[in-house]
């Protein structure tokens, strides 16, 4: 077996690893889901791992990339891993996997903004109007839904 | 969508069936109220536990405690207007009138912030007894929680707090593991934080405890209060830190430990803004509010 086979598995490991990381605020919903993976590089045993963050000065950094660190250590074959946060590509909600969407809607009521389209009550489909532009986190905002009155929290760019 | 019954027999039988109630349906006004009353607290408290947060800002060592610390204030923040929004949806007063009964010191919010935190300290004592006890009447009122919307706010707020007590463990393991100083700065913390954290839970639950029968808490007082002792006592003795009970003892038989007689007379004296610290800590946000009067008044004129 080729070495560069070798490290392909591994990745797919270590990927593995790395999808089971949820995110400090939303337990159940996991980083990748969250659009935050951006590159693994797997090399000699040595896992490289790029990460965005949803915003610069967000407070969980520290603890989701231990998170991250932790998992793939635990995988056979790596000795060493590194995890960065890139400043570069900027964390956008396209981002987010239908899965994420879905969890954030169903277990969480939290809606997610594309753009400027105007975002859905997770509740009701109604369309949501803006009350803040900023909630428990600098990645939310507040709106109510017009039709059935929830109170909805926004994850937006 | 609005749904109504006919008497209080029929709503309880309904709310003892699993029974979830939306803000459109016409609950009885003895429900309404004391849900209302409940949410009103819960947004006060979080709204005082922000502005002490802030405090605490530039005094906070470090730039990964400061990110924390500036991060939770913002949750508790937008936690508390998540929930005055929530409050105020059920008719009974607005938002406006919520904060200025707040601010004019006629109403309540929860005991531990009316205490003076003195040191950094003190800052992770509260991170680590205060959310913890916080953290786990939440979760009792969330797990059967009738009211709809408090619910599902709850639940976001809950995972929010799990992320504050990790947050509140890396900032106490810190300290525990310091100088010596430190240790004796965070003993003399712990020495003023253990008791107000106890008494978050409150006093034994009556029999026929309201927000028990409308399944609004689902579990009682010193149910809660036990839990939090039997995990908080061993662990503060295996950080090597004393815990300030003189009457604390370990049944052998029920291998559970007790702190001993509780004077309630603290509690009371918070819950009627005659705490060490409450005139300070309203006076303050009272200010605040007027400081930033003209920005209402700003955003008001803009949207008009």
Not at chain 1, 36 to 59: K, M, Q, W, Y
């Amino acid at each position: 077996m080729s070495a560069e086979v070798l490290s392909t598995a591994q990745e797919t490991e270590v990927l593995r690893a790395i999808a089971l990381v949820d995110d400090p605020e939303y337990p159940g919903v996991s980083i990748v889901d969250l659009g935050l993976l951006e590159h693994v590089d797997v090399r000699n045993g040595v896992a490289t791992i790029g990460l965005i963050p949803t915003f610069s000065g967000c407070p969980a950094l520290a603890m989701i990339a231990d998170d991250v660190a932790g998992a793939v250590r635990a995988v056979d074959g790596i000795t060493t891993v590194v995890v960065t946060w890139l400043t570069s590509p900027a964390w956008s909600p396209a981002r987010l996997s239908e899965n994420g969407r879905t969890a954030l809607a169903t277990e969480f009521t939290v809606a997610v903004q594309i753009g400027s389209s105007t975002p859905t009550c997770p509740l009701c489909s109604g369309p949501t109007v803006e009350q803040s532009m900023f909630g428990p986190s600098r990645c939310r905002a507040v709106h109510r839904c017009e039709s059935c009155r929830e109170t909805v929290e926004v994850m937006r760019g | 969508m609005s749904r109504s019954w006919n008497d209080m027999d029929e709503f309880e039988e309904f709310l003892d069936g699993g029974g979830i109630v939306e803000v459109d349906d016409d609950m009885p006004r003895e429900y309404r109220e004391a849900v209302f009353a409940f949410i009103e607290m819960h947004a006060n408290s979080e709204y005082m536990g922000g502005l002490t947060e802030r405090d605490w800002i530039p005094k906070t060592p470090g730039l990964r405690h400061k990110m924390s610390v500036l991060a939770k204030t913002q949750d508790e923040i937008g936690h508390g207007h998540l929930l005055y929004m929530v409050a105020a949806d059920m008719g009974i007063k607005t938002r406006t009138e919520m904060l200025e009964d707040l601010m004019a010191g006629k109403s309540r919010f929860h005991n531990v912030f009316h205490y003076k935190a003195e040191t950094w300290g003190d800052q992770v004592a509260i991170a680590f007894l205060v959310d913890a006890a916080a953290l786990a009447s939440q979760q009792a009122v969330f797990k059967n929680c009738s009211y709809g919307p408090y619910r599902r706010i709850l639940k976001r707020i809950i995972s929010e707090e799990g992320f504050h007590m990790r947050l509140g463990e890396d900032r106490m393991r810190r300290i525990a593991e310091g100088t010596i100083i430190q240790k004796e700065i965070f003993q003399g913390a712990l020495d003023r934080w253990f008791w107000p954290a106890l008494q978050l839970f409150g006093p034994d639950s009556k029999p026929d405890d309201k927000l028990l029968r409308w399944h609004i808490k689902s579990e009682r007082n010193e149910v809660l209060r036990d839990k939090w002792v039997q995990k908080f006592v061993p662990m503060m003795h295996s950080y090597g830190f004393t815990v300030p009970a003189p009457d604390l003892a370990f049944d052998d038989e029920t291998g559970k430990w007790d702190v001993g007689p509780i004077d309630w007379e603290p509690l009371k004296k918070t819950l009627a803004q005659g705490g060490p610290d409450s005139a300070r800590r309203i006076g303050e946000a009272r200010d605040n509010w007027e400081r930033t009067a003209w920005v209402r008044n700003a955003l008001n004129g803009v949207l008009q």
